[in-house]
Every structure is written in structure tokens, then in C-alpha cells.
């Protein structure tokens, strides 16, 4: 299994990743939006969609992240 997985959801709005050890939402969703882009609302909807209060995740878990929806951003995807 990669780090990297992208579930094939019904509306393939989300890539959901899986938690390692040190990671934390924002990092998350910097390696799906890649360094340039402003992910204050991604981070925001990240929280909203896996329910997640105060923002900590658990290693060996899932996090759905938003699928982003520039171009800049999808070729980020493609370093992971």
C-alpha cells in the first residue's frame, strides 16, 4: 500500500491519504495542494469533511482532503 491513495469515490471529489507519524492536517494538505498554493480554506473544508474539532489525527488512519481543482495543484499531486 502507497502513501498515496486515491479512493474511487462515487463523486471523486476527495484524495484520501493515509497517517503516519508526524503528520498533521496542514502538512496533509500542502502535499496534495503543493507548496505554492493558499490552503487556509482546504485546511478548513479538511477539518469540516473528517470531523476533526481540534485538528488531531491519528497515525495508521485515513484523512479525506479535498480534491483541488487548479492545474498547479493537480501537478503537485503527481510528486507524491
Request: glycine share 8%; proline share 4%.
Amino acid at each position: 500500500k502507497t502513501f498515496f491513495n486515491l479512493i474511487q469515490e462515487a463523486n471523486l471529489d476527495f484524495v484520501v491519504l493515509d497517517i503516519k507519524s508526524g503528520d498533521t492536517v496542514w502538512s496533509l494538505v500542502r502535499k496534495v495542494y503543493g507548496e505554492e498554493a493558499e490552503i487556509r480554506g482546504a485546511v478548513r473544508q479538511t477539518l469540516e469533511i473528517n470531523g476533526l474539532s481540534e485538528g488531531i489525527i491519528q497515525p495508521g488512519t485515513t484523512i479525506k482532503i479535498p480534491r483541488p481543482v487548479n492545474l498547479e495543484s493537480a501537478e503537485a499531486m503527481k510528486t507524491i
